[in-house]
């Protein structure tokens, strides 16, 4: 099982209440069920006010690496992934569970 973790921080002047911000959000929200690779999926906002945090984090895994590029080439993971390079940057790790 490959465990898939992405942290989002959004850009300087970006806020979560925005449309745009909230509209990729809730694409996210909708990813892991739309692609079969996936195993698990969870996703949200971060609560914590401490200064390093990160935004918002994706918490998945797929059932081998081979599932993990499938799931990374799917169009429903592209298309939910492309709204955020406009307002985000955001750093992965992809780990044997």
């Known amino acids: 099982m490959i465990r898939h973790l992405v ?3 959004l850009n ?3 806020s979560r209440d925005e449309e745009r911000v909230a509209a990729g959000a809730r694409g ?3 990813l892991g069920g739309r692609i079969p ?3 698990s999926w969870e996703c949200g906002w971060n609560v914590s006010d401490r200064p390093i945090a990160y935004d918002f984090a ?3 895994s797929v059932p081998d ?3 993990l590029v499938r799931y990374l080439e799917h ?4 298309a939910a992934v492309a709204p955020w390079s406009s307002f985000a940057t ?3 790790a992809d780990y044997e569970i």
Do not use: M, R
Not at 75 to 78: L, S
């Open 90 to 92: 955001w750093v992965v």
């Open 75 to 78: 169009p429903a993971h592209k």
């Open 12 to 14: 300087e002047g970006v």
């Open 37 to 39: 690779e996936v195993a």
């Open 28 to 30: 996210f929200a909708e």
């Open 7 to 9: 942290l989002f921080k």
């Open 58 to 60: 994706i918490n998945s």
């Open 65 to 67: 690496p081979d599932a």
